[in-house]
């Protein structure tokens, strides 16, 4: 009788014991469906807010960001040249900002003659460092700037081993990658902290978060974009500012500000 009672006790402790990791398996279970689930609402909510919530809405750009004018840097092509039509299409008038005349001249008057509005164009190597600025300033004088898209961006003349790497390539990628965004942004930011409005956007890579073999100065470079863009956001958290992470499968964009 003892035997069998100490039996049954000991089959209920094991059906409890299981019972228990049983609930524990189910809670984590639907803990992690609950976390897949608000990630899929986050990207379809994301998605409807960029592209049919904000074609339904129309912005006034200059009156929202405190400024007419939109700076945007490595603007003749690609993602630099997106964002100033973009930014022309909602009323903006666009600094653009390149390495070659003949491109700026060509995306100024393609813009001017569309969209009507007024564009302005400084040549500038952003490999040469320093010595640009001055002129870059003088052509800022006097424009509100609402908007300053900080685009420019090299990732050097070839995949290689450091030690294989050539010497101008270090002080190139150092001078566009790392140094243009802090540069720009001193130029702007008085204006637009004196309206208390203003919109900083800084383009960075998704090479920054992680070592790329063969790609490490670049890498290293865009490092830098990352952690200055977290410093200007706590220091300055009137303003809108917003790091876009080009990847393969699109753009990722934290946002933080007004």
């Known amino acids: 009788m003892a035997v069998c009672e100490g ?13 228990w990791q049983v609930e524990v398996l189910v809670w984590l279970g639907i803990f992690y469906l609950c976390k897949v689930a ?13 592209h049919l919530w904000s074609k339904m809405v129309t ?3 200059p009156r929202e960001y405190g400024g007419r004018w939109a700076v945007v840097t490595g ?3 690609g993602i630099g040249k997106a964002y100033a039509i973009e930014l022309a299409k909602k009323g903006m008038n666009i600094v653009l900002i390149s390495r070659t005349q ?3 001249e060509k ?7 569309q969209y009507e509005v007024e564009t302005d ?7 040469d460092g320093r010595p640009i600025y001055d002129n870059i300033r003088k052509h800022l004088e006097g424009k509100e700037i609402g908007i300053l898209v900080n685009n420019v961006g090299v990732v050097g003349s070839v995949p290689c081993l450091f030690k294989d790497a050539p010497e101008d390539d270090i002080w190139a990628l150092l001078n566009v990658n790392s140094a243009a965004v802090p540069a720009m942004i001193k130029l702007v930011l008085p204006g637009m902290m004196a309206r208390r409005k203003g919109a900083i956007v800084n383009i960075s890579s998704m090479a920054g978060s992680f070592p790329l073999p063969l790609f490490q100065i670049y890498c290293g470079t865009k490092v830098g974009c990352f ?8 220091m300055h958290s009137q303003l809108l500012v917003t790091l876009s992470v080009p990847q393969a499968t699109g753009l990722i964009v934290c946002r933080s500000g007004l």
């Open 102 to 104: 003949e491109k700026l």
């Open 121 to 127: 164009i400084v040549r500038a190597d952003f490999t």
């Open 59 to 61: 912005r006034d750009l």
């Open 75 to 77: 603007a003749t092509d």
């Open 38 to 50: 608000l990630g899929v609402a986050w990207e379809v909510g994301t998605g409807l807010r960029t």
């Open 227 to 234: 952690l200055f863009h977290r410093g200007t956001l706590t």
């Open 107 to 113: 995306v100024a008057q393609e813009i001017r003659g």
């Open 7 to 19: 039996s049954a006790r000991w089959l209920i402790d094991e059906i409890m014991k299981a019972t």
